[in-house]
């Protein structure tokens, strides 16, 4: 290996032989940037979803509930029980 050789390499030279082997080191940063910017908009849609959809669902199991027992209250006076 020539000096010329070691000192692309050392550089980073994209002519260089590790550069073509290994690619451009970037692309690896870049990608595992765009990774965590993905996985922080999951977390902020999740936590948002959850925070505007219990009380709904509370609500609905609540009304739920208490049809259930209702109806079972009719059910238990009209068969005397």
């Known amino acids: 290996m020539s000096d010329r ?3 692309q390499m050392a550089a980073g030279d994209p ?3 590790t550069w073509r ?4 080191p970037r692309h690896g940063q870049s990608t595992l940037e765009y990774i965590l910017i993905l996985a922080a908009i999951l977390v902020a ?3 948002a979803a959850n925070l505007l959809m219990k ?3 509370d609500k609905a ?3 739920s509930s208490n049809t259930i027992k209702d109806a079972t209250g009719k059910l238990k006076t009209g068969l005397g029980l």
């Not at 082997?21 to 451009?24: E, K, V």
């Open 55 to 57: 009380p709904a669902v």
């Open 21 to 24: 082997i290994r690619g451009n």
């Open 61 to 63: 199991m609540t009304d």
């Open 5 to 7: 050789d070691r000192t």
């Open 45 to 47: 849609v999740i936590t």
């Open 15 to 17: 002519r260089s032989s």
